[in-house]
């Protein structure tokens, strides 16, 4: 059963960290390109950072960079997203997106929600 389950989602203060985790199951994790993306109250899902399949190459959306780092280990099949220096604006639930382009297929996870509140 192919399956994408993030964690790590929570309440956190202004200026405060965490770090999101996405396990994969069911496909062969080092074959897709790992995105995050994220989606705030009446707002459209944006893409947040992106990890290449094979050379681990890295992209983030202007406003999360220098603030946001994606890794992934594909041993461990797990993709992830540091996030630091975090504001209210970067409240969402955060989504994982698993895209093999040979295949074209595309798997999503549940989500995991952020909040940045004091």
């Known amino acids: 059963q192919v399956q994408l389950a993030e964690s790590g989602g929570g309440l956190v203060q202004p200026g405060g960290s965490l770090r999101l985790s996405c396990a994969a199951s069911?496909?062969?994790?080092?074959?897709?390109?790992m995105h995050w993306y994220r989606q705030a109250p009446g707002k459209e899902r944006e893409l947040v950072a992106v990890?290449?399949?094979?050379?681990?190459?890295?992209n983030y959306a202007d406003s999360v960079k220098g603030r946001f780092t994606i890794s992934r280990d594909n041993a461990k099949n797990t993709v992830y997203l540091q996030m630091n220096s975090l504001k209210p604006d970067d409240t969402a639930v955060y989504y994982c997106?698993?895209?093999?382009?040979?295949?074209?297929?595309?798997?999503w996870g549940q989500g995991t929600q952020v909040t940045v509140s004091s």
């Open positions: 997106k698993a895209t093999n382009w040979a295949l074209q297929r595309n798997v």
């Open positions: 069911g496909i062969i994790f080092s074959n897709y390109v």
């Open positions: 990890i290449s399949s094979a050379s681990g190459t890295t």
